[in-house]
C-alpha cells in the first residue's frame, strides 16, 4: 500500500527564515497531494494542495513543489512568523479514492 | 457557514465498554471519512461514507463500524473498547467522488481515553 515519509521530524527556524518539509511518496498512482497544519488542541487544516498535472503551487508565503519522477513534494514557507509554528503533515491519495495517507508530521518553532 | 462539528469533545470510557462519536460535514458536503489519530502520530484512515454506504475502509477491525444519515451526518461506533483505541478521532468531509474536488476538512476531533 501506499507509504508517506515526512523530514524533518522537528524544525527550528528564527523568524523571517524560511521552512522547508519534505515528503517522499511510493505509490506512483497517487497524485494528490494536500497539507494540513495541526495546531495543539485542534483538528489539520488545510493549508495548501498540489494535483500531480502540475509542478509547483504558491499562495502568500507558501509554495509546494511536486516532481512525480523522484516521488517527492516539498513544502516551502517564507517569511516565518511565530504564529506558523505549529505541526505540518504531508499526505497523499489517488484521486477519487479521497483516501488520505499522511505523513509523520513536522514540528516547526519559529523564534521570535 | 459552519464548519466541520465534532461531538463530544472528549470521552473517557473503560476497557470493554462501546463509544459512539458524531460529526456533522462542512455545509454543501456530501462525504465524510474518519480517522484515528494516536498521540504524536499522522491521522490513519478507518473509512469514509458516501450517499448512506461505507465507501472505503482502512486496516481497522469489524469492532470500528459507521454509518451515514440521509442529511449528511455520520456516526463512528467503536465496540469492546481496548486501551489501544486511545486516540484522537477526526471526520472530515468532502464533496462527493462525483464533484471532481478533493479537498478534505477536518473538524476538531473527540479525544478518547480508554482506562
Known amino acids: 500500500g501506499e507509504n508517506v515519509e515526512q523530514h524533518p521530524s522537528t524544525l527550528s527556524v528564527q523568524e523571517g527564515d524560511s521552512a522547508v518539509i519534505k515528503c517522499t511518496y511510493s505509490?506512483?498512482?497517487?497524485?494528490?497531494f494536500p497539507w494540513y497544519k495541526q495546531e495543539l488542541g485542534k483538528g489539520p487544516q488545510l493549508i495548501i494542495d498540489i494535483r500531480s498535472n502540475v509542478g509547483e503551487k504558491k499562495d502568500q508565503r507558501i509554495a509546494v513543489t511536486l516532481n512525480k519522477t523522484a516521488k517527492h513534494f516539498s513544502l516551502h514557507i517564507t517569511e516565518t512568523q511565530p504564529e506558523d509554528s505549529a505541526v505540518y503533515f504531508c499526505a497523499a491519495s489517488i484521486e477519487n479514492t479521497d483516501k488520505l495517507i499522511f505523513g509523520t508530521g513536522t514540528r516547526l518553532q519559529v523564534f521570535p | 457557514d459552519a464548519g466541520v462539528t465534532q461531538s463530544p469533545t472528549h470521552l473517557i470510557k473503560t476497557r470493554g465498554q462501546q463509544v459512539t462519536l458524531r460529526c456533522s460535514p462542512k455545509?454543501?458536503?456530501?462525504?465524510v471519512s474518519w480517522y484515528q489519530q494516536a498521540l504524536g502520530q499522522g491521522p490513519q484512515f478507518i473509512f469514509q461514507y458516501y450517499e448512506e454506504e461505507e465507501r472505503q475502509r482502512g486496516n481497522f477491525p469489524d469492532r470500528f463500524s459507521g454509518h451515514q444519515f440521509p442529511n449528511y451526518s455520520s456516526e463512528l461506533n467503536v465496540n469492546a473498547l481496548l486501551l489501544g483505541d486511545s486516540a484522537l478521532y477526526l471526520c472530515a468531509s468532502s464533496l462527493g467522488p462525483l464533484a471532481g474536488a478533493h479537498e478534505q476538512y477536518f473538524g476538531p476531533g473527540t479525544r478518547l481515553t480508554v482506562t
Open positions: 455545509s454543501g458536503h456530501d462525504t
Open positions: 505509490d506512483s498512482a497517487s497524485n494528490y
